[in-house]
C-alpha cells in the first residue's frame, strides 16, 4: 500500500508539470526547464552521499573504532544480501543516523556518536535495518525523481511568473482570464510540489520502518529506539543542513524550525510506532 501510494504522489507531480506547462501557453519551455531539472538533479543523484556526508562531518569509521557496529551491519547486509555499506561517524551529540548512496552497491550509513552511546543491541539493529531498508528499497532514486519533477514545475513557476509579469495579459476578457489562470498556476504550482515531495519522503519511512521489521523480525527494538530518538531529539539540538536532515531517521533539532509538522520531510513519530505496534499485533 505504501509503494502504491508513493507511486501516485509520483503520477501526482508528473500530472502537475503538465498542468503548469499548459497554463503557460506551449511545451518548449517545458521541455528545457525539465531538461535543466534533469540535469541539475542528476549531478545531486551521483554527488547526493559525498554532499550529505561531507556537509555532517561524517568521517569513515573502521572495525577496530566500532566493532559493535561492524557485527551489526555485516549480519543484517548478509540477512538482506547486500553488499557491505561504508560506514561513517558522525561527532554530534544528538543521536541520529541516515543512508546514502544511489545504489546498493555505493552505499554509506552514517551514525552519531550519540546514537552509538544511548542505544543498546536491539536497537541499534532496529535503527541499521532501517537504514538498510533505504538502501534495499532504492529510496534515493526515488527521491531524485521525485526532486527532479518537483525541480522543474518550481523553476518553471518562477520563469512564468516573470513571463507574466513583464508580458502582460493581452487584450480582450478571455485572454485577461487566461492570464490570471495561468499566474495561479505558477503561484500555486510550486507549493504543492513541495507538499507532494514531502509526502513521497514521508512514505519512504513508513516502507523502510516496515521493511526493517521484516528484517530482523521484530519490531521491539526499532519502537524502543525511534522513542529514544524521539526524546532525546526534542533536547538536543543538531549542526545539519536541510537537505541532510531529511536523510535522517527521526528528524533532527535545528535552527529555526517553522511549521515542523506542515513541511517536515518526516511523519510524526507517534504515527510511525503506532504504526509498528499495529504490525507487532497482527503478526
Known amino acids: ?80 544480501n547486500l553488499p557491505m555499506p561504508k560506514l561513517y561517524l558522525i561527532p554530534q551529540a544528538a543521536p541520529n543516523a541516515f543512508a546514502t548512496g544511489r545504489n546498493p552497491s555505493h552505499a554509506s550509513v552514517a551514525v552519531t556518536q550519540g546514537l552509538m552511546e544511548i542505544m543498546n543491541d536491539d536497537e541499534l539493529e532496529g535503527v541499521i535495518a532501517h537504514e538498510l531498508s533505504h538502501v534495499r528499497n532504492y529510496d534515493i532514486l526515488t527521491s531524485s525523481i521525485a526532486a527532479t519533477l518537483a525541480g522543474a514545475i518550481t523553476f518553471i513557476g518562477h520563469v512564468g511568473r516573470w513571463g507574466l509579469m513583464f508580458g502582460g495579459y493581452g487584450g480582450g476578457g478571455r485572454n485577461r482570464s487566461g492570464g490570471i489562470g495561468a499566474l495561479l498556476m505558477v503561484i500555486l504550482a510550486p507549493f504543492a510540489a513541495l507538499l507532494l515531495q514531502l509526502g513521497i519522503s514521508r512514505q519512504r519511512e513508513y516502507q523502510a520502518d516496515a521493511s526493517g521489521v521484516q528484517m530482523i523480525g521484530h519490531a521491539n527494538g526499532l519502537i524502543s529506539a525511534l522513542e529514544k530518538l524521539g526524546a532525546y531529539n526534542k533536547k538536543i539540538p543538531m549542526d545539519i543542513p536541510q537537505s541532510t ?39
Open 245 to 283: 536532515s531529511a536523510l535522517c531517521i527521526v528528524q533532527p533539532l535545528t535552527a529555526g524550525q517553522l511549521f515542523a509538522g506542515l513541511f517536515s520531510t518526516h511523519p510524526p513519530l507517534s504515527d510511525r510506532i503506532a504504526e509498528l505496534r499495529n504490525m507487532t499485533i497482527t503478526r
Open 1 to 80: 500500500m505504501k509503494t502504491l501510494k508513493t507511486a501516485f504522489l509520483l503520477t501526482a507531480l508528473t500530472l502537475l508539470l503538465l498542468l503548469i506547462g499548459e497554463a503557460l501557453g506551449g511545451s518548449n519551455g517545458m521541455a528545457i526547464a525539465l531538461v535543466f531539472a534533469v540535469l541539475m538533479n542528476g549531478g545531486a543523484y551521483f554527488f547526493s552521499d559525498k554532499i550529505a556526508l561531507k556537509s555532517s562531518g561524517a568521517v569513515p569509521i573502521g572495525r577496530e573504532e566500532s566493532p559493535r557496529l561492524y557485527a551489526v551491519m555485516e549480519r543484517l547486509a548478509a540477512k538482506a
